[in-house]
């Protein structure tokens, strides 16, 4: 058997790599996106905006409730979603852990 090699890195490259993963499609940012900017989001409106069929939305919906990125209830035939700030705010947390610590050099390889 396999073992996870996840364990072999820091607890929090491992949460990042997780939360990259979910925003790793320009479905998902966009998804996001909007539902930043409309402050709450009716899944119906999400599929208006993008070029993809309620399945595929439907999909990319649930890969970002999975990592935390957004929540969602169901109110009957619709379902409503937002941003997880709590989510957010550790992604910003960990992105500033990740580059804080680097000087950008104007030297190039």
């Known amino acids: 058997m396999a073992q996870n090699k996840k364990n072999d890195f820091e607890e929090r490259s491992v949460r990042l790599s997780e939360l990259f993963k979910a925003l790793a499609h320009p479905a998902r940012i966009e998804i996001v996106k909007t539902i930043a900017e409309r402050q709450s989001c009716i899944c119906g409106e999400i599929v208006d905006v993008l070029p993809l069929a309620q399945s595929t939305v439907s999909q990319h919906l649930k890969e970002l409730k999975t990592a935390g990125i957004i929540t ?3 109110d ?3 379902s409503c979603y937002c941003l997880n700030e709590v989510v957010l705010k550790e992604m910003q947390d960990l992105l500033a ?3 804080g610590h680097i ?7």
């Open 72 to 74: 969602g209830e169901v």
């Open 76 to 78: 009957g035939p619709k």
């Open 97 to 99: 852990g990740l580059f």
């Open 103 to 109: 000087e950008v050099s104007k030297k190039c390889c």
